[in-house]
């Protein structure tokens, strides 16, 4: 089984900063293409960041600049560091990953279960 966890998420005003973390475990041969997504109340999910085996990036238009997206292959570990940050990125964020699993080499997407970033006015 392979589980995500998020972490790092609270209450900060505008103009701080927070660093979000996504530690993958479980039966894991390789970790390809890692992303972060945010739902505010009332909202679809929408793409924030997402980082591929080579480091390569991309970013919502929303977060650019201010987003900062990275990854720790040895730690299984993604990170979504956020500054700046406006209320409008108040939302409920949540890792997402696409892992190729060990012994049955099957490639799945995983979710975590989310983590609540508030960012006062």
């Known amino acids: 089984q392979v589980q995500l966890v998020e972490s790092g998420g609270g209450l900060v005003q505008a103009g701080g900063a927070l660093r979000l973390s996504c530690v993958a475990s479980g039966s894991i041969f390789k970790i390809n293409t890692m992303g972060w997504y945010r739902q505010a109340p009332g909202k679809e999910r929408e793409l924030v960041a997402t980082?591929?085996?080579?480091?390569?990036?991309n970013y919502a238009d929303s977060v650019k600049g201010r987003f900062t997206i990275s990854r720790d292959n040895a730690k299984n570990t993604g990170y979504l560091q956020l500054n700046s940050l406006k209320p409008e990125d108040t939302a409920v964020y949540f890792c997402?990953?696409?892992?190729?699993?060990?012994?049955?080499?099957?490639?799945?997407?995983?979710w975590g279960q989310g983590t609540q970033v508030t960012v006062s006015s």
């Open positions: 997402n990953a696409r892992i190729i699993r060990r012994c049955t080499f099957a490639a799945n997407t995983y």
């Open positions: 980082i591929n085996s080579g480091d390569s990036t």
